[in-house]
């Protein structure tokens, strides 16, 4: 499906992430290019000129927009915040308050609503997060829950208590009967994306936009029994490398593992998925055939929509019996996308 330059102009005005990678906004007035989801006052349509991308509006003489920076990833967790987060991870037990943020040259407004936009919490309310979780593990590991209190920075028992009921729903218990799910926010080309794992392998990757997110979370903490707690593991570290360079065209096949628990039924679309070669499509009714029931066509469509794992199980690649770009949760531009960069570098 082809965007239209009316549905492209009215894109510009929504400022909705999920048109990056499907288009370059050049405004002739002022020179320069500007991603879909660019901030700036939305310019008149008569001055408005559409590119495929960045490299095509530079060689029509056009400058990058100072604003939205169309030359570097979309959404780039700023250096400032990086090492934040690096900081806090390397020392949980360690407490940074707003006062340590100002020696930092940091405003601690400004880092509250960087967290609360990117990580739906405060800063605070991170740290406070990650603490719990490295007392989890301890626990996990056979440590007591006094001895887990105090080494994961908490000056009292209470405080470490009432945090650790928030988060897994009871009292810190030896041996409590709950796996960990981390949880990964990275940049891409196509916008930020959430990647969960567990120790077996990814269970979730999502663009951040997508809508039934928190619906999926919520599934895969009563599906797995789990917590899910900002932080990262070799899959993680995995998934991210692939994702990456599949979205430049060097990688076509992934090596991932994954943790995708679902129906029976779901489970068996899901590896059907996967063997859909990259650069090809199929359709729901290819799908439903292949699985022995030409009349599941909806069944299946319903259990494609369910998949957690975008991308790496790629559930772009099913397009409607007409050849029409059907639904998508990270939305159609993404999926047009991801089609054709597949078919360019087949």
């Known amino acids: 499906m082809n965007l239209t330059f009316d549905e492209k102009y009215a894109a510009i005005g929504k400022k909705e992430s999920l048109y990056e990678g499907s288009f370059i906004t050049a405004v002739k007035t002022t020179g320069v290019f500007c991603r879909p989801s660019c901030r700036a006052r939305k310019p008149l349509a008569k001055n408005v000129t559409f590119y495929n ?39 949980p037990y360690q407490k940074i308050k707003d006062a340590d943020l100002r020696r930092m040259h940091l405003e601690p407004n400004q880092i509250r609503r960087w967290f609360k936009q990117h990580h739906n919490m405060t800063f605070h309310a991170y740290q406070r997060l ?6 989890f593990q301890q626990i996990q590991g056979g440590k007591t829950v006094i001895d887990a209190a105090f080494d994961s920075g908490y000056e009292s028992l209470s405080g470490f208590g009432d945090g650790y009921k928030t988060i897994f729903g009871g009292a810190p218990t030896k041996g409590q009967n709950k796996s960990i799910i981390y949880i990964d926010r990275f940049s891409t080309k196509l916008g930020a994306m959430f990647a969960c794992a567990t120790d077996i392998g990814i269970c979730l990757l999502e663009f951040t936009d997508r809508r039934m997110l928190e619906a999926e979370f919520k599934d895969l903490r009563k599906r797995l029994n789990a917590v899910i707690v900002p932080g990262t593991n070799k899959h993680i570290v995995q998934a991210k490398e692939e994702i990456q360079a599949y979205l430049s065209g060097n990688l076509q096949h992934f090596t991932v593992g994954t943790d995708a628990p679902g129906t029976e039924f779901q489970k068996r679309v899901w590896e059907l998925l996967k063997t859909i070669p990259y ?20 069944a299946v469509a319903n259990a494609n929509g369910m998949n957690r794992i975008a991308i790496i199980i790629p559930c772009h690649r099913v397009i409607g019996s007409d050849g029409s770009l059907t639904g998508y949760a990270g939305g159609l531009p993404r999926k047009k996308w991801l089609l054709g960069m597949e078919g360019r570098n087949v």
């Open 279 to 298: 650069g090809e499509t199929c359709s729901y009714l290819d799908q439903a055939k292949r699985l022995g029931n030409p009349k599941a066509v909806r």
């Open 130 to 135: 990650i603490r719990i979780n490295l007392g």
């Open 53 to 91: 991308d960045a490299q095509d509006a530079l060689r029509a003489g056009y400058r990058p927009c100072k604003i939205c920076r169309p030359m570097e990833p979309e959404d780039q967790t700023p250096v400032q915040i990086q090492n934040l987060i690096k900081a806090i991870h390397e020392t």
